[in-house]
């Protein structure tokens, strides 16, 4: 079963459409679960909007606690848009707030392109690889390149991690829920290979 953290901030419908559509069995969770016995086997972190007052509900629901010791038990977690944004050390938009700090840098404004926020269909491609396919993204902040990026997409002359991976922890900027077929295989691949 795979959870999706509703905080109040994350495009949760849209997710489980995408997780029933992939025949995955899912469930809402507003807060932790309370007992071991009923911990998913995997989360979606998902997010939509500013990044202090997504983290500042995170904390106050609850899930701060328990997405530090999901991720320090090696659990299984994909953040989406805000989300992965949010599992970064920080964000330029909120400097005061600390992010989950498991992507090594902090989100940033991104920075020469001809208009915020960027939002459409744009090109992920994996560097050493001739592979690249096409995403919908709605952002304006974003990871830089780091030790942590899997995939990227450049925007005018403007270069961002749009796939983070460290261990079982993996971050989509773009939102593959909202990607057609070409998302929702990407994101089923995914989870197999996060081994769920």
């Not at 995955?24 to 807060?31: D, F, H, T, Y």
């Not at 010791?69 to 964000?91: F, K, N, T, V």
């Not at 749009?162 to 900027?173: E, P, T, W």
Request: aromatic share 8%; charged share 20%.
């Amino acid at each position: 079963m795979i959870g999706i953290i509703d905080y109040g901030s994350g495009n949760v419908g849209n997710i489980r459409r995408a997780l029933d559509f992939l025949k995955r069995e899912s469930a809402v969770l507003e807060c932790p679960p309370s007992e071991r016995s009923s911990m998913p086997d995997a989360l979606i972190l998902p997010g939509v909007g500013a990044f202090g007052p997504a983290m500042s509900k995170i904390e106050s629901s609850g899930w701060r606690e328990a997405l530090d010791l999901w991720i320090h038990e090696g659990r299984p977690i994909i953040g989406i848009c805000l989300g992965m944004q949010l599992l970064c050390e920080a964000s330029e938009e909120d400097s005061t707030i600390k992010g989950l700090g498991i992507f090594e840098g902090n989100a940033l404004k991104l920075e020469g392109t001809k208009k915020l926020p960027h939002i459409g269909w744009n090109t992920v491609t994996w560097p050493g690889s001739s592979k690249s396919a096409y995403y919908y993204f709605v952002h304006s902040f974003a990871l830089p390149i780091c030790r942590d990026t899997l995939a990227v997409t450049s925007v005018d002359s403007c270069v961002f991690t749009s796939i983070a991976l460290k261990d079982r922890v993996l971050g989509f900027q773009f939102h593959p829920e909202r990607s057609g077929s070409t998302g929702l295989d990407l994101l089923g691949e995914s989870m197999r290979k996060l081994g769920v």
